[in-house]
């Protein structure tokens, strides 16, 4: 499969646990989002990259999130200390800028937090 | 404020029958309008943008700026086309990042 890579597909963590999520772009794809999708919503923006770059963090990324795509390639969503309310699908996505781009999305990563 | 507003969380129509999924936007500037897609245990994915004018899947989209509208419409629905729909928008020109702003999404159910 060739397509945008997450892992894990399902974490179960206790309150007060920090969590880490991986994603794996489409190869040649030099940007990389980050969503949060919950129950009845649409996916909301949390932050995106451009190669390593990190270039607009929305204000729903509270101080406990961090993102980073250290090489330009795959990236990591870490949630330090989460809360009931950091239940949700986290969505990655990657594009490759051209006017109109589309976005490939990722299968998700659905967090429970207990 | 940037906003995209889907007043219908489900709609449900027969088969062969005219569909109009409802989408307005609020944007400052010229957006850029789309419309994803998501079939049961599927991912998200581009049905259709309005800059490219296609029709895919039988559905075609008109962007409305006086009424800050995106339609989505397919004359005669298919079963398979039963899923989760969102309209989206992202800035245009040296504003486009390519990130989203995502309504709240309409259940299509097309019924046999």
């Known amino acids: 499969d060739t397509g945008v890579s997450q892992n894990p597909r399902h974490k179960i963590t206790k309150r007060g646990q920090n969590v880490t999520f991986r994603c794996d772009p489409i190869?040649?794809?030099?940007?990389l989002y980050w969503y949060r999708q919950t129950l009845g919503q649409g996916p909301e923006f949390l932050t995106y990259f451009q190669n390593e770059a990190q270039l607009e963090k929305s204000r729903l990324l509270s101080d406990r999130f961090s993102a980073e795509r250290p090489k330009g390639s795959f990236s990591t969503l870490e949630i330090q200390r989460t809360e009931q309310g950091d239940s949700a699908m986290y969505l990655c996505?990657?594009?490759?800028?051209?006017?109109?781009?589309?976005?490939?999305f990722g299968s998700g990563t659905q967090l429970s937090v207990l | 404020a940037q906003r995209v507003t889907q007043p219908e969380k489900l709609l449900s129509v027969f088969k062969g029958a005219p569909v109009e999924l409802k989408c307005n936007y609020s944007?400052?500037?010229?957006?850029?309008l789309f419309w994803y897609v998501q079939y049961s245990r599927q991912r998200l994915q581009l049905l259709l943008r309005h800059i490219s004018r296609e029709s895919i899947k039988g559905f075609t989209a008109d962007l409305n700026k006086g009424e800050t509208s995106f339609h989505l419409k397919k004359p005669f629905a298919q079963e398979e086309d039963s899923a989760m729909y969102y309209c989206a928008l992202s800035g245009s020109g040296s504003s486009n990042t390519g990130k989203l702003i995502f309504g709240q999404g309409t259940t299509l159910q097309v019924k046999p």
């Open positions: 944007y400052s500037g010229s957006p850029e």
């Open positions: 996505a990657s594009s490759f800028p051209l006017i109109g781009e589309k976005l490939f």
């Open positions: 190869s040649e794809h030099n940007r």
